[in-house]
């Protein structure tokens, strides 16, 4: 009986590392054009290569969503949470960004999902 559940437990184990895989959605923007992200239910993972250095902002609205900076492939303990402000609007996030540099991006568990704007501060640091 023991060897049919450790048995078990070693294949539900092999399925979840399996599955721990990330897909990064692709966002495009410029500093002239913010784009916008939709974000479902669960963690979000998307990338973007900055067209140019400044500082991006990602607007979430009042939503408890957090935003974090990751590796290539989502590992959790590379996340660092972006500084984050809130105006009248509600909470942005803010990454200092080189242009031409690739970033990855993910987020917080999002219970309800929302829009997400990404585009570039008219605020210096």
Do not use: C
Not at 15 to 36: H, K, L, R, W, Y
Not at 82 to 104: M, P, Q, S
């Amino acid at each position: 009986m023991k060897r049919i559940f450790f048995t078990f437990i070693a294949a539900l184990m092999a399925f979840v590392g399996v599955s721990a895989q990330v897909n990064f959605q692709e966002v495009e923007f410029t500093a002239d054009q913010p784009a916008s992200f939709e974000l479902q239910r669960d963690i979000n993972y998307f990338t973007f290569t900055a067209p140019e250095t400044g500082t991006v902002e990602f607007h979430v609205g009042w939503s408890s969503t957090l935003v974090y900076q990751t590796d290539e492939a989502g590992t959790e303990d590379t996340k660092v949470m972006l500084a984050k402000d809130t105006d009248a609007d509600g909470n942005l996030f803010r990454l200092n960004v080189e242009g031409g540099t690739r970033y990855y991006i993910s987020t917080s568990i999002v219970v309800d999902p929302v829009t997400m704007t990404i585009g570039y501060s008219s605020d210096v640091d």
